[in-house]
């Protein structure tokens, strides 16, 4: 009896356990030629809060094979990855899938008799911005395919929603009437005009003003707008759609001259969201106030939060949501006044290590940042004249660790040689130090005292209070 087979009759023995949960089990068989790796990942979506995704890697057998085991209630995508080719699949529970590929170009050699695979691999190639186009990062949580941003940046507001709205039609005229259409399951059908649907939505309200389109535009956007029923629990599996609930919410408090930041003004955007959005269903509003304080939580404010989280815990209805906003208040709070800063050991420009903990003694502005960030560019570049002022203290230590996903990106980016202090690298969002830090969103600031503490209250380096401030600390 072969392994494979051993596997699968402990599946099947094992998987009685399970009759009770609402999870169902789904196989995926594979075989790569000429594997890059000596494994295969699959990462999706489990979160709608936190954005959380379950990851899981599969060792490959020696001839390239391999058996991946999911878990989950309902169908959704699920990123297939291979070093660093990646593809999306469409996954329904219960079924059993077979996929063959090349190593070195995933998505073009992917065969599998699947149709809704089929389909999705050949939507992914023509697509030009569909799934896997590096994307601009925008706030609250919004991510804008690069190809996209690139065509809408130079234009104007009416030309920008006219390229928008044809860019939506075309893409829906292709799902609805691509010759393969009607051979494809409802569930792909549906996530696939969601997927459209939610992504043009969401970047169509980050980059349109409506009060500058024409009265005809304008109308038409509102009309778009109006559409989308909220009344009921849209697709939670959808990470896009999580992103329009956010930039849903952002838009109509700004449009009701209720203009909040989502991060500064952090209380009024939730009381707002309770008061002004009543057509909308609960349940989604529990997710937008859920990802609000989620994303909003770290040691200065978890303080002022507490409150807003036990209106919170009270009013959800789902444990989970609950739950996953509670383990972030309890994150956040082992960063308040007095707990130790992580240690870490990063390297510099030079290649030479950088050890936290070896700077005991001396006072941390800890600065986290990527070149993507625009706020974290304006916060580096208005602390110019404070971090002037201070250069002369010995006991004091500026460190900006970039979480780029490539190092040269880091170290070719404008702002490292007109930003004095110490810079350091760690390799992207899901380092093991962006980790330790519980980082969400950027900009993040720490400062660590002389005996390497956290100090949960301060003022931004760019304040002029910020200088009188690190004085008081060094004369402690």
Not at 39 to 67: C, M, Y
Not at 133 to 144: C, R, V
Not at 146 to 173: C, S
Not at 178 to 186: D, E, N, R, Y
Request: aromatic share 12%.
């Amino acid at each position: 009896m072969c392994m494979r087979q051993i596997i699968l009759i402990l599946l099947l023995f094992l998987g009685g356990s399970q009759i009770l949960s609402s999870q169902v089990q789904t196989l995926v068989f594979g075989k790569i030629i000429d594997p890059i790796t000596d494994n295969v990942e699959t990462r999706f979506l489990v979160d709608p809060i936190s954005a959380q995704q379950k990851v899981s890697q599969t060792i490959l057998d020696a001839d390239g094979s391999f058996l991946i085991v999911l878990n989950f209630d309902s169908a959704r995508f699920v990123d297939l990855i291979h070093g660093k080719e990646k593809t999306r699949l469409f996954i329904i529970p219960g079924q059993e899938y077979h996929l063959s590929f090349e190593g070195k170009a995933l998505i073009k050699s992917l065969k599998t008799q699947d149709r809704d695979n089929q389909f999705l691999q050949e939507f992914q190639e023509e697509i030009g911005w569909a799934f896997y186009d590096n994307s601009i990062h925008g706030m609250p949580a919004l991510l804008t395919p690069r190809t996209m941003y690139n065509q809408l940046k130079p234009l104007g507001w009416n030309a920008r929603f006219i390229w928008l709205d044809n860019e939506r039609r075309q893409v829906n005229h292709y799902l609805r009437m691509h010759p393969k259409i009607a051979t494809i399951s409802p569930d792909l059908s549906k996530h696939l005009l969601d997927y459209v649907k939610f992504q043009m939505l969401s970047v169509q309200l980050r980059f349109i003003q409506p009060d500058s389109l024409s009265n005809q535009l304008s109308t038409q956007f509102y009309d778009e707008l109006k559409k989308v029923n909220l009344t009921t629990l849209g697709n939670s599996n959808l990470g896009y759609y999580q992103m329009f609930l956010d930039e849903y919410a952002w838009f109509q408090l700004e449009n009701n001259s209720k203009g909040v930041d989502y991060f500064e003004d952090w209380k009024a955007f939730y009381d707002l969201v309770e008061t002004e959005l009543t057509e909308v269903n609960p349940a989604v509003i529990d997710i937008i106030l859920g990802r609000l304080l989620y994303r909003n939580l770290n040691p200065k404010k978890a303080q002022a939060i507490a409150p807003y989280l036990d209106k919170y815990l009270k009013r959800n209805q789902s444990d989970a949501n609950a739950q996953a906003v509670l383990n972030r208040y309890q994150l956040a709070a082992k960063y308040a006044d007095g707990t130790s800063a992580p240690d870490f050991t990063l390297r510099d420009l030079s290649g030479n290590e950088v050890k936290l903990s070896d700077l005991k003694g001396k006072i941390v502005y800890l600065s986290f940042w990527a070149s993507w960030c625009s706020r974290c560019i304006e916060e580096m570049s208005a602390a110019k004249e404070n971090r002037a002022k201070l250069m002369k203290e010995d006991d004091l230590v500026f460190l900006y660790v970039s979480i780029d996903d490539k190092e040269s990106t880091w170290k070719n980016h404008y702002m490292v040689p007109l930003t004095s202090g110490k810079h350091l690298y760690a390799p992207g969002a899901k380092s093991k130090v962006a980790k330790d830090y519980g980082l969400l969103s950027l900009p993040r600031y720490f400062l660590i005292d002389k005996n390497g503490k956290f100090v949960s209250k301060f003022p931004k380096s760019s304040e002029p209070a910020f200088i009188d401030f690190i004085q008081a600390e060094l004369n402690k």
